[in-house]
């Protein structure tokens, strides 16, 4: 493959996964306030829909799955450094002090969830199925191809 041909590729590639992007971002953004129907761009073809679709729908079933956890994410971000490794003793414990865990016990997360700080920011999300064994090998293989564009930037 010429340099000319993978550049193509690569915008190609940018174009198609930018507006994948958009397409699930707008259908999850619908379905949780009730919008009207997204209609996919017909540069996606069917496969690609279909995966954008099962992602918004997971995104969806996690969002209507609130995990309230009683931290502030805010202050206890704050009170940490990039130097913690969580193998100092003595700063775990002042951390635990400032910041005690939530001691509601041990939660099993089987399906979609957002976990929430006691304000309501979204500190993660539990995605169980949202990429098919497919789409992530094929994220795999692009990422690859993408590596030598991706350093540029």
Not at 22 to 28: C, D, L
Not at 51 to 63: E, S
Not at 81 to 108: A, F, I, V, Y
Request: net charge negative; charged share 30%; proline share 7%.
């Amino acid at each position: 493959m010429s340099t000319c041909d993978i550049k193509i590729w690569c915008t190609w590639a940018l174009a198609v996964t930018y507006e994948a992007g958009e397409y699930t971002k707008q259908k999850f953004n619908a379905e949780k306030t009730g919008g009207e129907p997204v209609i996919p761009s017909p540069n996606l073809d069917t496969d690609l829909v279909m995966a954008c679709d099962r992602l918004a729908d997971v995104l969806i079933k996690a969002y209507k799955n609130p995990i309230k956890m009683q931290i502030d994410i805010a202050r206890y971000s704050e009170l940490i450094s990039p130097k913690n490794t969580g193998h100092n003793d003595e700063k775990e414990e002042k951390l635990l002090e400032r910041c005690p865990p939530d001691h509601e016990g041990t939660k099993l997360v089987d399906k979609p969830a957002t976990i929430l700080d006691a304000l309501g920011t979204i500190i993660a999300w539990y995605l169980p199925d949202a990429l098919t064994e497919t789409t992530q090998k094929e994220i795999r293989a692009t990422t690859d191809l993408l590596g030598p564009s991706l350093k540029k930037v």
